[in-house]
Structures are given as C-alpha cells and as structure tokens.
C-alpha cells in the first residue's frame, strides 16, 4: 500500500490526514494553538506552535503507515490564507503571525478604499479592500509601527514559512499569493502598483510557483521530527478554501461550494477570471487556469455557538440529559420557517462578503412580547443562512445559475440547518458524509503533481457519499418574503455601525 498525506493549516489548529493511494481516510491527527487577541482587532499567533503541530501532525499520522511495505508518495499542504509574518535578513520571526482575523488595519483600508489606487488595485489582483488582506496590513504596520517595518527583511505567509523551516526555500504557491493583494491575478506575478504603494520590493517576498510545485530534500533536523524519509515530495498546494471545492468536486462552475465552520464563505471555480463590479465578492488564482470567485464570511458557527451559550436554558439541558446544540436544533425544529417575524443580523465579528467592513454589529430586528428565546434561536441561525444566501446570490448573478450546492463545515452535524440552507438558497444542497474536504483537495494537487490524474477534477470515487436536501416549496415562499427584508434592515442600519463600534471601543477601555 502506498500512501499520501494532507495537512490542514487552519486559524485554530493544524491536522494531518493519511490516505491510500485512493483516498481512503486511514487515520488522522490533530495539533490546536491559541489565537492571541491581548488588543483591540489584535488575531495573531505564535509561529513556532504552529510550526510544532505541523510537524507533529506530519509525524503522527506517517508513524501509522507501514513504510517497509509501502511508500509515502508525497505530503500535501492546505492553509488559511491572508496571514503575514515579519521576518528579519535570517528569516526569523520578528513578529507573531497576523492572521486575516486581524482588524487593526481597519483605518489603512479605509483610506485605501477612498483612493484611485484602491478601486484600480481590486482590478487587476482580485482581493477587495479590507484588513483581511496583506496589503492593507503592511499598509497598517508601515504607517503604524514603522520602526519594525523598517526591520523586516522579508514578508511571508505561514505556509511558505513552514517550506522554509522544512526546505530552507523561500516560495509561495500562486493561490496563497494571489489571496495577499499583491498579485495581479491576469500575470501570476506580484504587482509593481501594489509593491510601490506597500513599500516592499519582489526581493522581500517569496517567489511564486505552482500549486503542484514539489519540494524535495527535507533539512536534517526537520526529517528527524517528521521521521520520514527525507526524499519524500511535499506538494505546495492551495488556500484552504480553493482546496475545498477541489476536495467536494466543485470545480465546475455550475457548482457552489459552501463552507460554514467558525466563519463561512461562499466559492465557485471558473476558467477565467470574474471580477465583480460591485466590488463585493473576491477572485483568486488556484492553478492551471483556474480561479475561484466568491465571498468570505467572517460570521458562522462562532454566532451559533454564541446563541447556544446565551439562549439555551442550562437547567433544560440538565434535566433532559442532552448537550446543548442538540437541544437547541430540538427547539429549532419547532419553530416555523421565519421565526413568527423575527431578523437577526448576525455581525457580531464585523464582517466581510458581502460589506466589507469591520465595524458592522449584530442586531435582533421585530422583536415583540410574543418571542421566546427558541424564537430567537432560529433567528439566529436564518440570520447567518440568510447572511450567507446575500453572497451566493451575488455568486449567482456573476458566474450563472448553479445547478447545486455542495455544503461543509461543522453546521453539517444539524439536519435542520442543513433543510433551512436549502430552503433559503432554494437549490438543492448536497452534504459529503467526510468533511476532511481540505485535506482531500491538497492530496488530489499532489496526485496530478506525481501524475496519477489529469487535472484537478476529483473523482466521484474520492469524495464518497453524499446526502442531498430539496428545497421545501412551503419554507421557501417564506424565505423569498424575509430574506429581501434582512438585506433591506442592513442597509438601513449600515450608517450607524461605525457610530456604534466606536461607542463600544470607548465604553471598553
């Protein structure tokens, strides 16, 4: 039997799966580390944990495979994207990792957004302006912390850090580099404009190759942890969500892939660049001619999880001996479609797609004597559905109609979250029964890498079984009445977010 490996480089933790040859999961593992928030916007991370659970994730799972029978034909590597860590003339860290949930860029980006530079720089690289992404941060750090500006050497994301501790090689595979607002996604290289206005040159970031580039040679102290031979190939891959389209099968671009973990986004795979005149949805290089178009979401399973926390009655869920999520879709399921007239806005981490703008809030939105808190709870999950059902619209009238969706993520494990999506939508979702879809999409790169497959169309084989949900005519004919009032209510109250984030920030001193 031989064997591959994808890693998962996410915001909270770092896991490694062992497939066979046919990608078959064999066994898996997993490495968390902390998110550091000591001020306000601050999201940053240690490197050298995440370097650590790299590495022991690597080592874990390869220890289960059995190398004197078979071979390990190569290492695949996903990653969240949008990270920047300053790095001084040895490459060495001289920061925490600045993850894109950082929002102390907010004020550079705004600045940017009023000027020419801005609208012509979301043209030609594809990444709206928002603190998200690596321009507007190194756009934050020079005007901010100019001394340490002035001391890096060099400026990389987390991936191509971990290939440099590895391989002592400085690259980026295009699809990270094209997430940064750096790159013109038309060349594949990094934009001189965008250069310029940061204040870096070429020489200070890594260079760019293919997502199916191979690195070959592990340094000595790194094949030492990882306890695998040191020719193995390591297959540069992907951004996280590009690779989770390519590990459901959506690569075509009458198929929506949609991911609601923690955060939540809305992607499709075209053949050509898109670029949104409204400026609300991002596109981003994968490899071979293929980009992806789409919204990230910064507000998902965190506002759910927060409801729960808040909403679900702690003696409930000790005299009915259940935990609470399945106590709250109990309730869910009992209140109908439209939760008796009740919105929820559910900016409770400012947000992304489809406003871009960091300082948006949550809001209830009908509120009335007759609400209960199951009310509530529903609200609060068709408030981050609908949320969601405003970039897939956007997706929709860019690149056409889909003919379906395919949906991950930890909301998964709800059945009613999983009708109320396609009810919302009204298109029928498709639910993978494995939500590794990352680690799938990097070990399908590092398939067409060695050869085994064409391109980058996963076979059917691959992705396993699915379960699909139909539209409920009766639930849809109310979501179609609520759902243009939810983008109406937000649109109302987007003057007053940034009224209300700064009374907030005072308050909290």
């Not at 860590?85 to 894109?100: A, F």
């Not at 198929?255 to 949104?276: E, M, N």
């Not at 994968?286 to 178009?293: A, H, T």
Request: glycine share 8%; proline share 5%.
């Amino acid at each position: 039997m031989n064997y591959l490996i994808g890693v998962d480089i996410g915001t909270s933790s770092t896991k490694a799966v062992l497939y066979d040859q046919d990608a078959h999961v064999l066994n898996q593992a997993n490495h968390g580390y902390e998110l550091h928030r000591n001020a306000a916007g601050m999201a940053e991370q240690e490197p050298e944990e995440i370097i650590n659970a790299a590495e022991q994730a690597i080592h874990d799972v390869a220890a289960k495979a059995d190398l004197t029978q078979g071979k390990l034909l190569a290492v695949a590597v996903s990653s969240a994207n949008q990270s920047l860590l300053l790095l001084d003339k040895d490459k060495k860290p001289l920061s925490r990792l600045i993850t894109w949930a950082d929002s102390r860029a907010q004020r550079a980006a705004d600045n940017l957004k009023m000027m020419t530079e801005g609208q012509q720089l979301y043209l030609k690289t594809g990444t709206p302006v928002h603190p998200m992404s690596t321009l507007t941060k190194l756009l934050w750090l020079k005007s901010d912390e100019p001394e340490l500006f002035k001391k890096s050497a060099y400026f990389a994301d987390i991936k191509a850090y971990l290939f440099y501790r590895l391989f002592h090689e400085f690259k980026v595979d295009l699809s990270i580099a094209s997430c940064t607002g750096l790159m013109n996604i038309k060349t594949g290289q990094w934009d001189s404009q965008a250069l310029d206005l940061a204040g870096i040159t070429t020489d200070q970031l890594p260079e760019i190759v293919s997502g199916t580039t191979q690195a070959i040679g592990l340094i000595p102290t790194a094949q030492k942890k990882l306890d695998i031979p040191a020719n193995t190939p390591f297959v540069y891959g992907a951004y996280d969500g590009a690779l989770s389209n390519i590990g459901v099968g959506a690569t075509k671009q009458n198929t929506v892939a949609i991911t609601i973990g923690t955060s939540a986004a809305v992607r499709v795979v075209t053949d050509h660049p898109v670029i949104d005149p409204e400026r609300r949805l991002f596109c981003y290089a994968i490899d071979d001619g293929l980009w992806v178009v789409g919204g990230p979401l910064n507000n998902g399973g965190d506002v759910y999880q927060w409801a729960v926390e808040h909403l679900v009655d702690s003696s409930a869920v000790k005299n009915e001996n259940v935990d609470p999520y399945t106590l709250a879709n109990h309730v869910i399921e009992g209140v109908p479609a439209g939760s008796h007239g009740l919105l929820f806005h559910p900016f409770l981490d400012g947000e992304r797609a489809p406003l871009w703008n960091a300082q948006a809030r949550g809001s209830f939105f009908g509120l009335s004597q007759i609400h209960t808190r199951a009310d509530m709870l529903r609200a609060v999950m068709e408030g981050i559905s609908m949320n969601i059902a405003t970039v897939f619209q956007a997706v929709r009238a860019l690149v056409g109609e889909p003919a379906s969706v395919t949906a991950t993520g930890g909301f998964a494990r709800s059945q009613v979250w999983r009708q109320m999506l396609a009810d919302i939508l009204n298109c029928p979702v498709n639910i993978p029964d494995s939500f590794e879809s990352g680690c799938l999409g990097a070990v399908v790169m590092a398939m067409k890498s060695l050869g085994m497959i064409n391109n980058l169309d996963t076979p059917q084989n691959f992705i396993g079984n699915f379960s699909s949900y139909q539209p409920s005519a009766k639930a849809v004919k109310v979501y179609q009445r609520y759902t243009p009032l939810f983008q109406q209510v937000e649109e109302m109250l987007a003057p007053a977010y940034s009224e209300i984030a700064k009374l907030q920030e005072r308050q909290n001193k």
